[in-house]
């Protein structure tokens, strides 16, 4: 079993950035792939990026690479997005999510979510 908590999101001007954390209770959570995933209100959930359990393998979605880092601290249980040069259309509630085997873009392989943190960005 593993839980997620978000944290790091709020308000931020376009062109700013933030860096959001997840931290993960359990002791597999090192063997676990965690990914982070994104809705804007009236949106489906969409695929922001991903890192495998060891840190050495990331994929991110076309539209967001060069801005994003996903990153992640096994001894602290952590996973990092830092997001840089944010635009009015990178607000959304933003989830992490772990799963078993290697990391994926798809949603619907994770087996555990937080309950997501807000990201906000005024023009």
């Known amino acids: 079993q593993v839980r997620l908590v978000e944290s790091g999101g709020g308000l931020v001007q376009a062109g700013g950035s933030l860096r959001l954390s997840c931290a993960a209770s359990g002791r597999t959570f090192r063997s676990y792939a965690m990914g982070w995933f994104r809705q804007a209100p009236g949106k489906e959930r969409e695929f922001v990026a991903a890192i495998n359990w060891s840190g050495g393998s990331t994929v991110y979605a076309d539209s967001l690479k060069g801005r994003f880092t996903i990153s992640r601290d096994s001894a602290k249980n952590t996973v990092y997005l830092q997001m840089n040069s944010l635009k009015p259309e990178d607000a959304a509630v933003y989830y992490c999510?772990?799963?078993?085997?290697?990391?994926?873009?798809?949603?619907?392989?994770?087996?555990?979510w937080g309950q997501g943190t807000q990201v906000t960005v005024s023009s």
């Open positions: 999510a772990a799963k078993s085997g290697g990391r994926s873009w798809d949603a619907n392989e994770y087996d555990y």
